[in-house]
């Protein structure tokens, strides 16, 4: 049984017992979370696809870290007029282990 879940405006492929990282989620380590933005599922019943979200279908997940990405370096520059600018970044995210896939 799998799902095509979305978050953070990105679509992931699950399955019970798979671990996901995410874009970041409110919650605590430990704690579960219910996904209800689910766009297919195919189980014992077939194949279900929703328009936009399949009915009634919830993905329950624990969230097993928050953390952040590695540093990346953003440098803007300008050719001869002396602007260069550096800057970094870290993306915040949230692992998720997928637990329960209800129809």
């Not at 050719?79 to 637990?99: S, V």
């Amino acid at each position: 049984m799998y799902a095509i879940v979305q978050t953070g405006g990105k679509q992931y492929r699950v399955q019970p017992g798979e671990v996901v990282q995410v874009e970041s989620l409110p919650g605590d380590v430990g704690g579960t979370i219910e996904l209800k933005q689910v766009c297919l599922v195919h189980g014992d019943k077939g194949l279900q696809v929703g328009k936009p979200w399949v009915d009634k279908a919830t993905v329950t997940a624990e969230i097993v870290n928050q953390g952040r990405t590695r540093s990346m370096t953003i440098f803007k520059k300008h050719r001869r007029k002396n602007y260069r600018r550096t800057k970094g970044h870290r993306q915040g995210f949230t692992q998720l282990r997928i637990t329960d896939i209800t129809v």
